[in-house]
Nanobody
Framework: QVQLVESGGGLVQAGGSLRLSCGVS????????VGWYRQAPGNQRELVAA???????TYADSVKGRFTISRDNAKNTVYLQMTSLKPEDTAVYYC????????????????WGQGTQVTVSS
């Protein structure tokens, strides 16, 4: 059974850093796009960053310059390096994967992880 597993969340002070990891078991995802979403209480789930199968990237405006998404296909892992964290970054972060068709606009994400909590204190 294919699974995505996130790790690396936690509690950090504003201005701090965290690195989230998304690992996949059961299926290599080198041909997939992988996205990081987040959802804060009372808010809709929103895209934070995504990376294509050939390592193109896209970011939400709110995290540009602070977050970096990367992938290591040999380890079947995608990372989200988060720096200069703000209290408004507090949310549950989810990774997801989908087939890559050359655009970030319509990625059919079909598998989601269970999420990892990130809490940024002021």
């Amino acid at each position: 059974q294919v699974q995505l597993v996130e790790s690396g969340g936690g509690l950090v002070q504003a201005g701090g850093s965290l690195r989230l990891s998304c690992g996949v078991s059961g299926d290599p995802f080198r041909l997939n796009a992988v996205g990081w979403y987040r959802q804060a209480p009372g808010n809709q789930r929103e895209l934070v960053a995504a990376i294509s199968s050939d390592s193109r990237t896209t970011y939400a405006d709110s995290v540009k310059g602070r977050f970096t998404i990367s992938r290591d296909n040999a380890k079947n892992t995608v990372y989200l390096q988060m720096t200069s964290l703000k209290p408004e970054d507090t949310a549950v972060y989810y990774c997801t994967r989908g087939s890559w068709y050359g655009t970030f606009r319509r990625i059919p994400y079909d598998l989601w992880g269970q999420g990892t909590q990130v809490t940024v204190s002021s």
